[in-house]
T-cell receptor, first 115, second 112 residues
């Protein structure tokens, strides 16, 4: 029972390089999310996908793009990395409707450093 | 989008009961109240969720008054391993981003 799986776990990038963070969930959840967390701070929502084929901006979308490849996978792309994007990135998913409320399942995080 | 307010930090001692209160004055009729725990270098983990009155599980209790404008997470007999950041979220079960905005949470420190 893998839950939410993120790759890579650690990555160092040079300013201007691009990369994609991969996320997959095996719980058949409809909604998926990408958050970033800076040291000592709360989580900030970057992008989310309410269902396969749809994506929407969250609080801090600038500098990022996302793709909901299918129901399982939701990737986050940095086209031209900047030092301000140094952070821990968390992917999350949740079931839709019923009494699921705000039950969100998180991945283990991806530590990204931009130098 | 219901906003929440929590204390920035709290401390207590092993064996004590800890209560963390969250204010959510503009909670909507369909909103649930959910609490998460986050340890350093890990993603947040679901603790408990409720809609009204009291909910209890093996980890915690959640008290919600009739007006639902606040909620209290109660951790019985805490241990050092309960030192973590605790987040309160309010929102419905729809597929959007409602209720998924995390604040800074409450940093709980448990001392021996």
């Amino acid at each position: 029972n893998a839950g939410v799986t993120q790759t890579p776990k650690f990555q160092v990038l040079k300013t201007g390089q691009s990369m994609t963070l991969q996320c997959a969930q095996d719980m058949n959840h409809n909604s998926m999310y990408w958050y970033r967390q800076d040291p000592g701070m709360g989580l900030r929502l970057i992008y989310y996908s309410a269902s396969e084929g749809t994506t929407d901006k969250g609080e801090v979308p600038n500098g990022y793009n996302v793709s909901r490849l299918n129901k399982r996978e939701f990737s986050l792309r940095l086209e031209s990395a900047a030092p301000s994007q140094t952070s821990v990135y968390f992917c999350a998913s949740r079931p839709l409707g019923g009494d699921s409320g705000n039950t969100i399942y998180f991945g283990e995080g991806s530590w990204l450093t931009v130098v | 989008l219901a906003k929440t307010t929590q204390p920035i930090s709290m401390d207590s001692y092993e064996g004590q009961e800890v209560n963390i209160t969250c204010s959510h004055n503009n909670i909507a009729t369909n909103d649930y109240i959910t609490w998460y725990q986050q340890f350093p270098s890990q993603g947040p983990r679901f603790i408990i969720q409720g809609y009204k009155t009291k909910v209890t599980n093996e980890v915690a209790s959640l008290f919600i008054p009739a007006d639902r404008k606040s909620s209290t997470l109660s951790l019985p007999r805490v241990s050092l391993s309960d030192t973590a950041v605790y987040y309160c979220l309010v929102g419905d079960s729809g597929g959007g981003a409602d209720g998924l905005t995390f604040g800074k949470g409450t940093h709980l420190i448990i001392q021996p």
